[in-house]
């Protein structure tokens, strides 16, 4: 049983966009021919999605986001209010770069705060979570949590959005999962 797609009525969705069932595009949205979201996908006001763009499902876009070409993001994501993707490392106004954009990946379960800037060409690893206003200019283990200016890891989430606790023999237990996890040569693996 298919379910029902929502696009506000201010939305600008281009031929070519493919939209997966029961997603939700509010206010002012504009998808690009070429852009893709999975299913459960919920784009929030003035979200532009360009062309090449590949969303996964129950991916979450908060207000004021623009994903540009040579993102993709997979299952599970969310993308706070106002935070920002780049996609060519050395812009310049009379340059013209098309074509050379450059590939960012975000991993299943990531998280990314409000006014998070995440420079182009690195991966966020599973469940990683990125804290609000965080500048991130390199790739980042899963779980790692990452804040400040520029971004620096300074502990380790559980899937649930919990920062883990490691006891002597490098367990931790989530406390709303109570799943454990290990921490092994600086990996984090759910145990």
Known sequence: MRKTVFIHETATIDEGATIGDGCKIWHY??????????????????VFVASGVKLGSNVKVQNNVSIYEGVECEDNVFLGPSMVFTNVLNPRSAVNRRGEYTRTVVREGVTIGANATIVCGIEL????????????????????????????????????GHKLNFNSDNIAQCPESNQLYELVDGTVRKK
């Open 125 to 160: 690893g599973e469940f990683a979570f990125i804290g609000a206003g965080a500048v991130v200019t390199k790739n980042v283990p899963a779980y790692a949590l990452i804040i400040g200016n520029p971004g620096q890891q300074t502990a380790w989430m559980s899937e649930y």
């Open 29 to 46: 949205c504009h998808l690009m021919s070429g852009s893709i979201l999975g299913q459960d996908c919920s784009l929030g006001q003035n």
